[in-house]
């Protein structure tokens, strides 16, 4: 089954910006306020979109190729991008093909991606010149983005989310999975503004050079200010590894959509935001601060993370 294409694609821009309230930050005397990319659009959801823009203006080739894991949201987006773009699509996906596909997947695949599965040893590969070769031999000249939209262009959507921000703001608190968006984010920042990297995965320390390394590769590329220290990550916000949770993360997020009615997923948004309360309850912001929570989406892979640990995080 095919969506309906007409070439056009509703968003959400700018996200909008808005206050949170909570007693808790009325007690520590500091304002919250949210960045919700979660808005843009129901698929193509969050920094991913950011991150495919400009991958995607200027294109001169009718077919994209990307990478991701299973439940990955970039795939998810690329697909849902393509098909209302009328590109063709390829995602090559890490891991075996299982019988059935789950939710990401499927959803992929009946917008008309086309589905290639790669044992984790090769897709490790994923970044070879030799190997996108033979890829761009196999799949007839496709234009490749690398996993989630990491590339420069991709650090330019970011860079656009936070001049998007009305507002003066001390520091921004982003999830952390590649790097790419924070770096993003840091080349948008300005001298007195700092950006908080909440890192999803287990032992990704590689991710302060690597975040560094896109910055400047960017500003090679550009003539943006020095932007390199403008971050600082924190490491212990895994819930043991990527895409792994545990009872007290469903809870905190189960008890702030009460609270709020704003809905996180179990991989990147609702660890961050954990984080967040978390470091304001152990008063790492000063009395004063104004914070930006940068929602980035992600909700499309709840569904499937409630069937793998047959959880329910929403009822709707
Ligand atoms: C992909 C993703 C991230 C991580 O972004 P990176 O640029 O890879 O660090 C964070 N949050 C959500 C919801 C995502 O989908």
């Not at 996906?93 to 959803?107: A, F, H, V, Y």
Request: charged share 25%; net charge positive.
């Amino acid at each position: 089954m095919k969506m309906p294409m007409n070439g056009k694609i509703n968003l959400l821009l700018p996200s909008p910006l808005h206050e949170l309230k909570d007693p808790l930050f009325t007690e520590k005397k500091i304002k919250v306020f949210f960045k919700r990319d979660d808005l843009i659009h129901p698929s193509i959801s969050g920094n991913k979109w950011r991150k495919l823009k400009y991958n995607l203006i200027g294109l001169k080739k009718d077919s994209i190729l990307t990478f991701g894991g299973a439940f990955s949201n970039h795939i998810a987006a690329t697909a849902s991008i393509c098909s209302d773009l009328k590109l063709k699509s390829v995602g090559i996906i890490r891991g075996e093909e299982m019988e059935t596909l789950n939710d990401t997947l499927r959803t992929a695949k009946d917008l008309g991606m086309h589905l290639e599965f790669i044992s984790r040893e090769e897709y490790r590969n994923k970044d070879d010149a030799e190997y996108q070769k033979s890829l761009m031999i196999k799949y007839n000249d496709p234009y490749i983005i690398p996993e989630g939209g990491a590339n420069t262009k991709g650090l330019q959507g970011c860079i656009e989310m936070i001049a998007e921000i009305d507002l003066d703001f001390d520091v921004i608190v982003s999830a952390v999975g590649t790097g790419a968006t924070l770096a993003g984010i840091c080349l948008g920042l300005n001298d007195k503004q700092k950006a908080i990297g909440i890192v999803v995965l287990k032992g990704a320390e590689y991710l302060e050079k690597e975040i560094s390394d896109f910055i400047d590769d960017y500003n090679s590329k550009s003539s943006f200010p020095g932007s390199i220290n403008r971050f600082e990550l924190k490491h212990d916000y895994h819930f043991g590894a990527y895409a792994k949770m545990n009872q007290s993360l469903i809870d905190f997020m189960k008890h702030f959509y009460d609270q709020h009615k704003i809905k996180t997923d179990p991989v990147y948004s609702g660890k961050s935001l954990f984080a967040l309360y978390d470091m304001i309850r152990k008063d790492q912001f000063k009395p004063g601060s104004k914070i930006i929570y940068y929602h980035c989406g992600g909700l499309q892979g709840i569904k499937g993370m409630e069937n793998r640990y047959k959880v329910k995080f929403y009822s709707n």
